[in-house]
């Protein structure tokens, strides 16, 4: 089976300029998450989705950031405009549907290593 | 806000060494899991753990939840070059789906 695969694996980029990363959730899964990791401040969840969704934006950090998944297979993340303190790898996950207080394992892609100039 | 503390942060040590990595909150979580996370590589799970007091050994890894299911640990016995990465805790509540990370360790295993 594919993992879930993420879009561009490196983008370097100006500072003004907007940013879209992509990602494929595993099939069928009903959860997907964007996550931000830095050496400063770890891996810190952005948002996340169910069955398409938003259910949870309150780690997205600015109104520069927006994220939408028009479909149970494609989910974007944009930057717009895009700082140098943006710079991070942004991963994509996807979880099936949760049990009761019983949390399902998350499947990440490999990330998209982010540099903003 | 839930956290989750891990200690120690960066760990360096020689092949054939024990250790142990902790991670500690003051909320108690329903469940807890453990991820490795490779350069250039999302995090995998290593393990999922439900009950408090829940011992699971995976090889030479054996995970622990305590019994208030606030705190865990990671001892690895042994440790090989093979074990160097990442490793991250991330605690399950009562927001169906979301984890909560902690902020990593660091695990070097010198040859």
């Known amino acids: 089976d594919a993992g879930v695969i993420q879009s561009p694996r490196h983008e370097v980029t100006e500072m003004g300029q907007e940013v879209t990363l992509r990602c494929k959730p595993i099939s069928g899964h009903d959860y997907l998450f964007w996550y931000r990791q830095t050496m400063m401040r770890g891996l810190e969840l952005l948002i996340y989705f169910n069955n398409n969704v938003p259910i949870d934006d309150s780690g997205m950090p600015e109104d520069r950031f927006s994220a939408k998944m028009p479909n149970a297979s494609f989910s974007t993340l944009k930057i717009q405009p895009s700082e140098p303190r943006d710079s991070a790898v942004y991963f994509c996950a996807s979880s099936p549907r949760q049990r009761a207080y019983s949390n399902q394992p998350q499947h990440f892609g490999d990330g998209t290593r982010l540099s903003i100039l | 806000t839930q956290l989750l503390e891990q200690s120690p942060q960066f760990l360096s040590i020689q092949e054939g060494e024990n250790l142990t990595v902790y991670c500690n909150s003051s909320?108690?979580?329903?469940?807890l899991q453990w991820y490795r996370q490779e350069p250039g590589e999302g995090p995998v799970l290593l393990v999922t753990?439900?009950?408090?007091?829940e011992v699971k050994k995976l090889k030479r890894l054996t995970f622990q939840f305590g019994d208030a299911r606030k705190d865990s640990s990671l001892h690895i016995t042994a440790a090989q070059p093979g074990d160097t990465g990442l490793y991250l805790c991330?605690?399950?509540?009562?927001?169906?789906?979301?984890?909560?990370f902690g902020q990593g360790t660091i695990l070097t295993v010198h040859p």
């Open positions: 909320s108690v979580f329903s469940s």
């Open positions: 753990v439900v009950t408090g007091g």
């Open positions: 991330a605690g399950g509540g009562t927001s169906y789906g979301k984890l909560t």
